[in-house]
């Protein structure tokens, strides 16, 4: 059975850094695009990026690139979100997704979230 | 960056009955690249249909996307009570992914 186990809630002050994670179990971690959306409490979907563990290889929505960075560490089948400054804005939850099979497939497989609030 | 509209923004319905969502993108989605999550309080969304037409593995018949170019529609036969969702559309056929703002299905 595919699982994808996110770490847990997390509260932060602005400026300060995170990293999120996500480890997957019951497929080959290696060979599936790993991606984070984000849902601002009460609000839609955003896509923020994805990486392909077999090679590092990531790719960033302009309205997060710079901003965020995605990575994979293959050896322990964990992907990671990670901020070196949060800001307010950032508060929200953050899913990691599996795609189905290349990087143009839907999301075929969800994490059950991380709640991010970032508040002075 | 590829804008997804749905409509309407809230549906009121009763079990048993048929619905349709409608979902528009501001230009083509290459390769029919759109699918559709359900998602419920509290929880992850879950993908219903990708490849605008394909029914995710396990979902139930009643279910059924149609569509291309700009305008893709989700159809529920026969609403079941755990049905009463938000159901989001979303292209991949371009960078970045984009989401439409979401459709609320609620019960009469």
């Known amino acids: 059975e595919v699982q994808l186990v996110q770490s847990g809630a997390e509260v932060r002050k602005p400026g300060e850094s995170l990293k999120i994670s996500c480890k997957g179990s019951g497929y080959s971690f290696r060979s599936y695009f790993i991606g984070w959306v984000r849902q601002v409490p009460g609000k839609g979907l955003e896509w923020v990026g994805l990486?392909?563990?077999?090679?590092?290889?990531?790719r960033y929505s302009p309205s997060f690139q710079g901003q965020i960075t995605i990575s994979a560490d293959e050896s322990i089948r964990t992907a990671y979100l990670h901020w070196s400054s949060l800001k307010a804005s950032d508060t929200g939850m953050y899913y990691c997704?599996?795609?189905?099979?290349?990087?143009?497939?839907?999301?075929?497989?969800w994490g059950q979230g991380t709640l991010v609030t970032v508040s002075s | 960056e590829i804008v997804l509209s749905q409509s309407p923004g809230t549906l009121s319905l009763s079990p048993g009955e048929r619905v349709t969502l409608s979902c528009r993108a501001s230009q083509s989605v290459n390769n029919a690249f759109l699918a559709w999550y359900q998602q419920k309080p509290g929880q992850a969304p879950r993908l219903l249909v990708h490849?605008?037409?394909n029914r995710a593995t396990g979902i139930p018949v009643r279910f059924s996307g149609s569509g291309s170019g700009t305008d893709f529609i989700l159809t529920i036969n026969r609403l079941e009570p755990e049905d009463f969702a938000m159901y989001y559309c979303q292209q991949y056929g371009s960078s970045p992914y984009t989401f439409g703002q979401g459709t609320k299905l609620e019960i009469k």
């Open positions: 490849g605008a037409a």
């Open positions: 990486v392909f563990p077999r090679d590092s290889q990531s």
């Open positions: 997704v599996r795609q189905q099979y290349s990087s143009w497939s839907a999301f075929e497989y």
